[in-house]
């Protein structure tokens, strides 16, 4: 039988179990979260196999750093934290020279699209390339906001500054990933 | 409030609904202030193309990555006397990670055509060996085993290894299906969702990765298949309620017809509630609303 997602503990719930040493609940934790987080590397990297990689070691860090979850604190921060430790890890090590310059990995469809899927697939091409332009502070940031369903007070304490800050960041990544995308898009 | 205030607030109502009195503040600024209207209107549509950006689907390879990896942590926990959190079936799970796909995973970590290719070429070498000792196809191995005319405990080791065989054409079917149905190619992903459907409706991670790739593949052809070798699992309430889900979220409309006459033909007094709610759904397509008012008229 498929598993039923809603006859389940919350995240905090089972990351508290895990910290308190049953390890076997990091594989539910894995579940929920581990196509989200591919996502997150994804357009952040533009790499399917660094962002495969870079999950693995989230979760390594999840099992490293266990006894640092507050059990009343939420998952979701905690766990892009973590995130963003491992890819700075992996830049200290490798650098982002390696990193596609611009354009995303993506399945190549072979079978011919309707007239409106294939717009919908150049239009969603264009912006993640033009997400992979944006300088990558404020593509974080934006990924952060847009996809991370954290709100913008976690994104703060995860950055280190003021709300109003990200805010202000926020806007300015919206603003000129606007610009890259109508720019890619000939709309310019 | 001045266009500099307007802009902090339309940026935290991209991903927070304003409380009244900012809404309102911000609503009166937007209806008095050209520019910041004009500013409003491109930042919701750029930030909705990003919610319109499809999700992409990691390689099944990496679920057994992670099994493999949370292993020695789990031995190491059973090993220093942990509690029995660690037995059961989720640990089960976890050795079975580490185990056949684990070892192909780290003998072959990034090489999913080769992990595919060995697989199948295992899987022949199997079955011709199978064969030669008269041990049939895999379907009927269970039969043979029962009615071999092997007695005693020769018969009971026959009967063993056969399960065993069994047991790993299946775990080797498994593999090449989730090995292929993540390939860039959409005729490789095709000819996995045709090992899915051998690997019939009982293989939950194959049945999972079917429904994953009906979600989110891009190929409209290669959805189509999935729809057809997800039929036989239509009796799980899960997978029907992801097929009725479907149904709504699918763009394209020969994928959604194809589900609904499914449902229809397989399960019409199950579906046939849901699918009439569904009819009242703005978001679904006038083409699809209308074969679906039709089939229910008429079945």
Redesign the interface.
């Known amino acids: 039988?498929?598993?039923?997602p809603k006859a389940a503990a919350s995240d905090t719930e089972l990351m508290a179990a895990v910290r308190d040493?049953?390890?076997?609940q990091?594989?539910a934790l894995?579940e929920r979260h581990?196509?989200g987080l591919?996502?997150f590397f994804?357009?952040l990297t533009g790499s399917?196999?660094l962002?495969?990689d870079l999950?693995?070691e989230a979760?390594?860090r999840i099992?490293k750093y266990r006894k640092s979850f507050h059990p009343q604190a939420e998952f979701r921060p905690w766990l892009y934290q973590l995130a963003r430790n491992a890819v700075a890890a992996h830049f200290r090590k490798h650098g982002r020279d390696h990193l596609p310059p611009g354009e995303p990995e993506e399945?190549?469809?072979?079978?011919p699209?309707?007239l409106?899927?294939l717009q919908?697939?150049e239009?969603?091409r264009l912006?993640?390339a033009a997400l992979l332009r944006l300088p990558y502070e404020r593509r974080e940031v934006?990924l952060l906001?847009?996809?991370g369903e954290l709100?913008?007070d976690q994104i703060a304490e995860l950055l280190g500054c003021s709300a109003?800050a990200v805010?202000?960041r926020?806007?300015r990544a919206?603003?000129q990933?606007?610009e890259i995308?109508d720019g890619l898009a000939g709309r310019t | 409030m001045n266009c500099n205030d307007a802009?902090?607030l339309?940026?935290?109502a991209?991903?927070?609904p304003l409380n009244g009195r900012a809404a309102a503040d911000l609503a009166a600024h937007l209806a008095a202030c050209d520019a910041c209207r004009a500013e409003a209107a491109?930042?919701r549509?750029?930030?909705e193309?990003?919610?319109?950006?499809?999700?992409?689907?990691?390689?099944e390879?990496?679920?057994q990555?992670?099994?493999a990896?949370?292993e020695p942590?789990?031995e190491a926990?059973a090993s220093r006397g942990?509690?029995g959190?660690?037995d059961?079936p989720?640990?089960a799970?976890?050795s079975l990670g580490a185990g056949l796909e684990g070892w192909l995973e780290r003998w072959l970590p990034?090489r999913p055509l080769a992990q595919a290719g060995l697989a199948a070429a295992t899987l022949v070498v199997g079955l011709l060996i199978g064969s030669l000792h008269g041990f049939g196809l895999p379907s009927r191995l269970g039969g043979m085993g029962r009615a071999g005319g092997q007695g005693g405990a020769a018969g009971d080791d026959g009967h063993g290894e056969i399960h065993a065989l069994r047991d790993e054409v299946r775990s080797l079917s498994r593999l090449v299906t989730l090995s292929l149905l993540k390939q860039?190619?959409?005729?490789e992903r095709l000819r996995g969702v045709s090992f899915g459907r051998e690997a019939g409706p009982g293989d939950?991670r194959v049945?999972?990765a079917l429904?994953d790739t009906l979600r989110h593949d891009?190929?409209?052809?290669v959805r189509l298949a999935a729809v057809d070798a997800l039929a036989p699992a239509l009796g799980?309430p899960?997978?029907r309620g992801?097929l009725l889900q479907e149904v709504g979220r699918q763009?394209?409309p020969m994928v959604q017809i194809a589900l609904i006459d499914l449902l229809l033909a397989r399960d019409r007094a199950g579906s046939r509630r849901q699918l009439l709610d569904l009819t009242a759904s703005p978001s679904l397509d006038g083409t699809v609303r209308g074969y679906l008012r039709t089939r229910l008229a008429t079945s």
Not at chain 1, 1 to 4: A, Y
Not at chain 1, 107 to 111: D, G, L, W
Not at chain 2, 184 to 187: G, N, T
Request: aromatic residues 8%; positive net charge; glycine residues 4%.
């Open positions: 039988m498929v598993r039923d040493g049953d390890l076997v990091l594989g894995f581990h196509v591919f996502n994804l357009r399917r196999q962002s495969e999950v693995q979760f390594i099992l399945r190549v469809c072979e079978s699209l309707a409106d899927e919908r697939a239009s969603a912006l993640r934006l906001s847009r996809f709100r913008y109003g805010k202000l926020v806007h919206v603003r990933l606007r995308f | 802009i902090e339309l940026t935290e991209l991903a927070e491109a930042m549509r750029i930030w193309e990003l919610e319109r950006l499809p999700e992409e689907i990691p390689g390879e990496m679920r990555r992670f099994a990896s949370l942590y789990l926990a942990g509690s959190r660690t059961g989720r640990r799970l976890a990034r860039d190619s959409a005729s939950e049945l999972q429904l891009p190929d409209v052809n799980q899960a997978v992801q763009r394209s």
